[in-house]
């Protein structure tokens, strides 16, 4: 080689991503603040663990981890199409929802095909996009915080290849209803693909107009759930997508050969085979939702009605939501901001169990009683 060349090293589109920033770990906020009590409200994990019969199954297949795994996951994907009444072969298993976003964002898009979201949103989704170059037009969310579908719809243009919406909705908490998917489904074409991210549907099953969207037949329609949140085996990195054969069969060409793992197919198996956790957890949310509503209500905290395990406070400006959330953290409480949703003058609240959200109100009104929530 003659001489350095000065070729830049990425892409732009690389180049101006910005590093994912989580939430902080229970280890560091003890290091920092050594607080006398520490309650992770920020990741939408589920605070009551997982399903018991989770850990001997995973330690029963500590005995094959020196194989690969299954990368069909194929006697998961035979139980999930038994419980959801469809084949096996409209199932795709990946490490993670993520795992499956960036899937379909390297599977989908022809040069210049760009996608269709809110501008606030599962900040996943933007970042797969960028990776791949993809162009998002993001369309506000409206007054309510809640999906625009008609600006959506209106946005779709030729070259709209996929339609991204999560519901119920991260950050937010908010949900399209049947009325309004139905709606919006007859305007889209069949050639756009729409992504129903369902991380929530355990939360929000029972809710009355909530669109299952596995109980209609389009086959443009691919339907994203995961074993993090409900199931609470986020560590494992455990996620599913659901569709018609034609696309699954295009993801099993694309999806990274050997995810999920030996011990995450395993453990995702066990959970599955304890509905009275999945019961327990939902009902631990509920009430704890009901009790910050309540709080909410009695301290004049503006906040956002949710159907998922997470509610979304509204403050003033995006000081007072730095302000606060450092002032909860100082305490013990971890909270999320969610200026990388789109979203900077807002903090997202998981619900955990009562001695959780008990440490959430008694913060709360320690910075009251200290003046130091002038502005809420
Ligand atoms: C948490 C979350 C995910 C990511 O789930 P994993 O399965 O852990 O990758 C996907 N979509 C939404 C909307 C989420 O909130």
């Known amino acids: 080689m003659s001489k350095l060349g000065n070729r830049p090293l990425v892409p732009l589109n690389i180049r101006d991503l910005s ?3 989580a939430g902080k770990t229970i280890a560091e906020v003890k290091e920092e603040y050594d607080p006398p009590e520490i309650s992770k409200l920020a990741s939408n994990e589920n605070r009551l ?73 599962f900040v ?22 809640r999906y625009d579908l008609n600006a959506m719809a209106d ?5 709209t290849k996929m339609v991204y919406i999560a519901n119920p909705n991260n950050p937010t908490g908010t949900y399209i209803t049947r009325s309004e998917f139905e709606q919006f489904m007859r305007k889209v074409p069949s050639d756009v693909l729409v992504v129903m991210d369902e991380a929530y549907f355990e939360f929000a099953q029972d809710v009355s107009d909530y669109p299952h969207s596995l109980r209609y037949d389009f086959d443009n329609v691919i339907t994203l759930r995961t074993f993090s949140k409900a199931y609470g085996l986020a560590g494992f990195r ?60 009695e301290h004049g905290v503006s906040y956002v009605s949710s159907i998922s395990n997470s509610v979304m406070m509204v403050l003033p400006t995006e000081q007072a939501a ?12 971890i909270l999320r901001r969610i200026n990388a949703f789109g979203l900077p003058n807002c903090v997202r609240i998981t619900i955990g169990r009562k001695k959780e959200m008990r440490h959430f109100e008694r913060s709360f009104k320690n910075l009251i009683e200290a003046q130091e929530l002038p502005s809420i």
């Not at 050997?258 to 995702?268: G, K, L, Y």
């Not at 730095?322 to 409480?333: P, S």
């Open 124 to 145: 996943g989704f933007f970042v797969q996009g960028n990776i791949r170059g993809i162009s998002i037009k993001k369309i506000p969310v409206t007054d309510d915080y």
């Open 155 to 159: 946005a779709i243009s030729e070259r």
């Open 19 to 21: 590093p994912y920033v």
């Open 238 to 297: 455990v996620g599913y997508g659901i569709a018609s054969k034609k696309i699954i069969t295009e993801m099993m060409k694309t999806k990274l050969t050997f995810e999920p793992t030996v011990a995450a197919q395993a453990a995702a198996l066990a959970a599955l085979g304890d509905p009275a956790f999945l019961k327990k957890t939902k009902d631990v949310v509920n009430e704890g939702k009901k009790r910050l509503y309540k709080f909410f209500e």
């Open 49 to 121: 663990g997982c399903s018991s019969h989770v850990q001997p199954q995973v330690v029963k297949a500590m005995q094959e981890i020196q194989d690969y795994p299954d990368p069909a996951s194929g006697q998961l994907r035979e139980v999930l199409a038994d419980e959801n009444n469809i084949d096996p072969e409209n199932i795709i298993v990946g490490a993670g929802s993520e795992s499956l976003i960036a899937n379909l964002c390297r599977t989908f898009f022809l040069n210049n095909e760009e996608a269709v979201t809110a501008d606030a949103t």
């Open 322 to 333: 730095i302000d606060f959330t450092q002032k909860m953290l100082e305490q013990g409480v």
